[in-house]
T-cell receptor
Framework: GAGVSQSPRYKVAKRGQDVALRCDPISGHVSLFWYQQALGQGPEFLTYFQNEAQLDKSGLPSDRFFAERPEGSVSTLKIQRTQQEDSAVYLC??????????????FGPGTRLTVL | SQQGEEDPQALSIQEGENATMNCSYKTSINNLQWYRQNSGRGLVHLILIRSNEREKHSGRLRVTLDTSKKSSSLLITASRAADTASYFCATDAGNQGGKLIFGQGTELSVKP
């Protein structure tokens, strides 16, 4: 079956531009996560949705970062006024359960953002 | 603010040898997971070990967990060139909706 998909796969932005990154989770998955992975580092948590509710946004680095999942399916991560330090791979993951019950997270291929 | 530390940062071995990677973490966990990431691709879940477990096996993978030392190890036996990848441990505190805290990873290179 289809896995998690992300678009675009690559994005080059000039400093100061706004970007929008899309995530299509596995159909029916309740939970959706965004992570940021800098070059040579492990992923770092950004934010988490359970259905359409954003339950944790503690990892968003600044108020320039905004995420939404209005219908509890597709999610968009928006970065306003991009800075060079925003250059990273942005990973999306989904899982079929929410709350305290573990369920494997399935990751998309990521969007590589380069800010010039 | 990554929680996990992994050791070594890079490991190069010959095909057929065993590879051991270590992970340490800082706070209480519900479970610890290991992921593999091939260059330019997403993360693939390998194995999960719960906080009340000490050892778990899956195929050529063996994971141990020592909660008193807040550490885990991943052993890959009889390595293959296809095992070349970055390996990450990730912890789940269990009360944060499944949020994972990743380590910095070990880059494994298996030479044929």
């Amino acid at each position: 079956g289809a896995g998690v998909s992300q678009s675009p796969r690559y994005k080059v932005a000039k400093r100061g531009q706004d970007v929008a990154l899309r995530c299509d989770p596995i159909s029916g998955h309740v939970s959706l996560f965004w992570y940021q992975q800098a070059l040579g580092q492990g992923p770092e948590f950004l934010t988490y949705f359970q259905n359409e509710a954003q339950l944790d946004k503690s990892g968003l680095p600044s108020d320039r970062f905004f995420a939404e999942r209005p219908e509890g399916s597709v999610s968009t991560l928006k970065i306003q006024r991009t800075q060079q330090e925003d250059s990273a791979v942005y990973l999306c993951a989904s899982s079929s359960r929410g709350g305290q019950f573990y369920n494997e997270q399935f990751f998309g291929p990521g969007t590589r953002l380069t800010v010039l | 603010s990554q929680q996990g530390e992994e050791d070594p940062q890079a490991l190069s071995i010959q095909e057929g040898e065993n590879a051991t990677m270590n992970c340490s973490y800082k706070t209480s966990i519900n479970n610890l997971q290991w992921y593999r990431q091939n260059s330019g691709r997403g993360l693939v879940h390998l194995i999960l070990i719960r906080s009340n477990e000490r050892e778990k096996h899956s195929g050529r993978l063996r994971v141990t967990l020592d909660t008193s030392k807040k550490s885990s190890s991943l052993l890959i036996t009889a390595s293959r060139a296809a095992d070349t990848a970055s390996y990450f441990c990730a912890t789940d505190a269990g009360n944060q909706g499944g949020k994972l805290i990743f380590g910095q990873g070990t880059e494994l290179s298996v030479k044929p």
